[in-house]
T-cell receptor, first 112, second 115 residues
Framework: KNQVEQSPQSLIILEGKNCTLQ??????????LRWYKQDTGRGPVSLTI?????NTKSNGRYTATLDADTKQSSLHITASQLSDSASYIC???????????FGRGTSLIVHP | KAGVTQTPRYLIKTRGQQVTLSCSPI?????VSWYQQTPGQGLQFLFE???????NKGNFPGRFSGRQFSNSRSEMNVSTLELGDSALYLC??????????????FGSGTQLSVL
């Protein structure tokens, strides 16, 4: 069964600090891995999309890495801002059916 | 460009009733997909439509159905509502639903409460 596990479940950091969120998956075959940011009461917003051949992808202060061998990804947030407070969701798509499997998300709270 | 529009924003129904949710994609987008989000299960894929045809379907019972119109607008229907159907229902659109690089754009969702 395809699964996506995210850690930590929640994280509290101070404004200006960096943090790293983790995503482990067992989806096979692999198509792509996406990170989304979801603010409370809103739909998810795409941060990065990575395929098998990509190791790193950046979007401003967000940098995602992918290790397809160990089936792990991370999302690094640099110099956090109050507006980074949100849920971050990792999504992996099956390369056969292309059906996405979602992680439960990491809830990030940035304190001033 | 207007974003993905979902109506209604909130909905309250009772068990056994049916409900229809609407989604208007970004202009020019032909792929619409639907998702259920609950605190317990997180986000789950329901189905995807492209050019009025269902192209992919998740693991949900037949009570959940959808359709897409020629203008790419989509509706989702849930019949014989159960308490467990209470959730945020999200739709997303993309130009072609291309698998590798295409970004999905989500609406703000319809919050369904079943009493």
């Amino acid at each position: 069964k395809n699964q996506v596990e995210q850690s930590p479940q929640s994280l509290i950091i101070l404004e200006g600090k960096n943090c790293t969120l983790q995503c482990n998956y067992t989806v096979s075959p692999f198509s792509n891995l996406r990170w989304y940011k979801q603010d409370t009461g809103r739909g998810p917003v795409s941060l990065t999309i990575m395929t098998f051949s990509e190791n790193t992808k950046s979007n401003g202060r967000y940098t995602a890495t992918l290790d397809a061998d160990t089936k792990q990804s991370s999302l690094h947030i640099t110099a956090s801002q109050l507006s980074d407070s949100a849920s971050y969701i990792c999504v992996v798509s099956d390369g056969g059916s292309y059906i996405p499997t979602f992680g439960r998300g990491t809830s990030l709270i940035v304190h001033p | 460009k207007a974003g993905v529009t979902q109506t209604p924003r909130y909905l309250i129904k009772t068990r056994g009733q049916q409900v229809t949710l609407s989604c208007s994609p970004i202009s020019g987008h032909r792929s619409v997909s639907w998702y259920q989000q609950t605190p317990g299960q997180g986000l789950q894929f329901l189905f995807e439509y492209f050019s009025e045809t269902q192209r992919n379907k998740g693991n949900f019972p037949g009570r959940f159905s959808g359709r897409q119109f020629s203008n790419s607008r989509s509706e989702m229907n849930v019949s014989t509502l159960e308490l467990g159907d209470s959730a945020l229902y999200l739709c997303a659109s993309s130009p072609t639903g291309g698998k590798l690089f295409e970004k999905l754009f989500f609406g703000s969702g319809t919050q369904l409460s079943v009493l």
